[in-house]
């Protein structure tokens, strides 16, 4: 029985054109073997989902894939959504009358708190910000578009990041 496309219903989900852009980058579906149960444009949504309302895998709404469904840590190993960032970014920038690879960007940290569940191995004192936790590393270049995201532990200097994170 092959999988059918469940009905778009939040404003999270992407649009016909929206998903002509991203599903080229996608790794191809499998043509071998078991076939794939959940569409590739419903896993998109479902991610797409969590990251708009911030709530957690195992909180999904019904009509999307289960939680447990494999593809985001396979997308993930292969590093999709990095390769995706960087095509989208480039397109943009060209749409922008911009060089494909931005030639600058702007850095800018935050020290949150670090909760109780956060292991003290993974937290660190931010002295500047008298906070005890993580803190988070952003990169844009000039049109705010994201470059990359790193988190560590608070007590690492801003200055000391200028590098590109590992």
Request: positive net charge; charged residues 25%; contains cysteine.
């Amino acid at each position: 029985m092959a999988a059918m496309l469940r009905r778009p219903t939040y404003s999270s989900d992407l649009t016909d054109d929206q998903w002509a852009l991203v599903e080229p980058l996608l790794p191809p579906t499998n043509t071998g073997g078991r076939p794939e149960k959940h569409l590739h444009r419903d896993m998109v949504d479902a991610i797409l989902y969590v990251v708009r309302t911030g709530c957690s895998w195992r909180h999904l709404p019904v009509d999307f894939p289960p939680w447990q469904t494999w593809y985001f840590a396979r997308w993930e190993e292969a590093k999709v959504t990095e390769q995706a960032m960087a095509a989208l970014r480039r397109r943009l920038r060209k749409a922008q009358v911009r060089s494909g690879a931005p030639s600058a960007g702007t850095i800018d940290s935050q020290s949150p708190k670090g909760a109780d569940a956060v292991g003290q191995d993974t937290r660190g004192y931010d002295a500047g910000k008298k906070v005890n936790g993580r803190k988070r590393f952003i990169v844009t270049d000039t049109l705010g578009l994201l470059l990359v995201v790193c988190v560590m532990a608070a007590s690492v200097q801003d200055h000391d990041r200028r590098k590109r994170p590992r």
